[in-house]
């Protein structure tokens, strides 16, 4: 199975709702796009699978009452921050481990203002930042613990 066709069976699995279709102009990362809460993705115009990882992360985190306002930049459309931001990324690691796909697949050289690799040091040896949110959501034991962070209990936020 391709990466992609993995990441869309695990977005069906957890309930991220997407949909394939042809963008008609690229949004904030090529072939990706947030409409109503759902991930619109194209693809052929798809420059890095693993963007999706992070992009599904922002609707996972929040609240499910309002995930419907997140449209394509989810800071200006649901009013998500820095704290949202680094959920998002927390998210996405845990969902690459659950995946078992390499950490440059979320991660890509181009992708992260430059900051890949400290992201892939942060998170493989230092366990990461954002996830102390995530238990706060109620979406994860405390990294630490026993079956906590990376270890999802739940996949989207109530």
């Not at 949004?27 to 599904?56: R, V």
């Not at 690691?93 to 796909?101: C, E, F, S």
Request: glycine share 12%; with cysteine.
């Amino acid at each position: 199975m391709d990466e992609l066709s993995k990441v869309l069976n695990f977005f069906t699995a957890i309930g991220i709702r997407y949909q394939l279709e042809p963008l008609a102009a690229s949004g904030f990362l090529p072939g990706i796009l947030i409409k109503n809460g759902t991930l619109l993705i194209d693809p052929e115009q798809l420059t890095y699978p693993g963007d999706l990882l992070h992009e599904a992360g922002h609707i996972a985190v929040m609240p499910a009452a309002d995930r419907h306002l997140l449209n394509d930049n989810v800071n200006d459309s649901a009013g998500q921050g820095p704290g949202e931001e680094m959920a998002a990324i927390a998210w996405s690691w845990a969902a690459l481990q659950q995946l078992q796909l390499p950490a440059e697949f979320l991660f890509h050289p181009d992708g992260y203002k430059g900051g890949s690799a400290t992201y892939i040091q942060a998170f493989a040896e230092q366990g990461g930042f954002g996830h102390p949110l995530l238990s706060w959501y109620g979406m994860c034991a405390p990294a630490g613990q026993p079956e906590g962070y990376p270890k999802m209990q739940r996949w989207l936020r109530p």
